[in-house]
């Protein structure tokens, strides 16, 4: 394996330099000719860097190996979220690129048998797991890594999207619009129970800023176990308030669909009597009448980095990693930007389709 050394000498400058430009150091004072001719020299001796020779490792680990998939929602349940769908396949699309099997698994009752956890080399687990769940996967997992959650502590790896960050974005957004009457549906964590029936990570947020804002009205917000047809009844119910809201933001994409329906029943239109802006872009939101304003999560990536962290593990690496992606709000004719705020550049950007704010 090509060294810096042996490319510093093949150039004729020192390693600290090589050093310095393959890694991209804005700081370094050197010609443009010198410049390329380091980069040059590294392709012609097919230098790698130790992130890519990391990586190169970890897929070459991959192959052959058993995948335990673990899913916190039933085949059935999972079809009715499109979001958990797009994680799975981020998860098998990269097991498959790696030639590794995948075992699933559904967590959605009583614990399967252990010995499938125990005879695969790790365990990825989607979705949210708490105390006799969360311990049984860690008693019986070689390597675990959670997708699309991030339990207490940090024995584990994991990937996710800070969905309380992209709440705050969204109520600073439609502030600035002009909405001031804001509601929110969504649902209770069942982790928290009947006496914290606020925990739920969006629901949070948008109660303390809203607060902040001095805008929060407890009739806004309402929450109630998942159902299916949650989005509808949460809708329906707060539509029938005195003063209800001028846009209703959907704790997901699913709600959202219930909350149409609600609106188009009552007789209101979207977004001329009330806006609705939600979470996840499944890929029905832009089909919708109007479509959907969503904030995209990247759910397939979600997936595809689960599987590279326990790749990474199964490498050597002993520390714990925490992966948080960005995400971005995409504004369409649900929620319509006025005109004085859509050509705020420093707050709003255009792009197709409607308008984005870059996570």
């Known amino acids: 394996m090509v060294t ?20 991209y150091d804005p700081t370094l004072s050197i ?54 769908v797009g ?28 010995t499938i956890l125990e005879g695969a080399s790790g365990v990825v687990a ?32 994991t990937v996710l999207s800070d969905v309380s960050l992209a709440m705050t974005r969204l109520l600073k957004a439609v502030h600035a619009m002009g909405y001031r009457r804001i509601g929110f549906i969504g649902w209770i964590d069942a982790f928290y129970g009947p006496d914290n029936i606020h925990s739920e990570r969006r629901c949070r947020t948008y109660i303390d800023w809203m607060t902040r804002a001095g805008l929060y009205d407890p009739e806004l917000c309402m929450v109630e176990p998942m159902t299916p047809d949650s989005g509808y009844k949460l809708a329906k119910a707060m539509l029938s308030k005195p003063n209800p809201p001028k846009i209703l933001i959907t704790c997901n994409d699913n709600m959202a669909l219930g909350a149409y329906r609600a609106i188009h029943e009552t007789g ?53 990693k925490k992966v948080v992606f960005g995400t971005e709000i995409v504004w369409r004719g649900s929620t319509p930007a006025p005109a004085e705020t859509a050509n705020k550049a420093d707050d709003i950007v255009s792009a197709e389709p409607g308008l984005k704010i870059p996570g």
Request: hydrophobic share 45%; proline share 6%; aromatic share 6%.
């Open 4 to 23: 810096i050394k042996e490319i510093a000498s093949a150039v004729g400058v020192s390693s600290a330099t090589v050093s310095r430009v393959l890694n």
């Open 126 to 157: 989607v979705g949210h797991y708490y105390g006799d769940e969360l311990e049984w996967l860690r008693r019986h997992s070689r390597h675990l890594v959670f997708a699309d959650y991030a339990p207490a502590g940090d024995m584990e790896d």
């Open 268 to 320: 209101l239109r979207i977004p001329e009597d009330i806006a609705v802006a939600s979470f996840n872009d499944i890929p029905v939101a832009q089909f919708l009448g109007p479509p959907l304003s969503t904030v995209k999560i990247p759910a397939e990536l979600i997936g595809e980095t689960a599987v590279d962290l326990l790749l990474e593990r199964l490498s050597g690496r002993e520390v714990a």
């Open 87 to 114: 994680v799975r396949l981020g998860i098998e699309s990269r097991c498959q690129a790696l030639k590794s099997e995948v075992v699933k698994v559904f967590l959605t009752g009583n614990p399967p048998e252990a």
């Open 31 to 84: 010609s443009t000719r010198k410049r390329q001719a380091i980069v040059e020299t590294a392709e012609a001796l097919n230098y790698a860097t130790p992130r890519n020779r990391s990586r190169a490792a970890a897929q070459a680990v991959g192959v052959g190996l058993k995948i335990a998939l673990v899913h916190f929602l039933d085949p059935a349940q999972e079809l009715a979220d499109p979001y958990y």
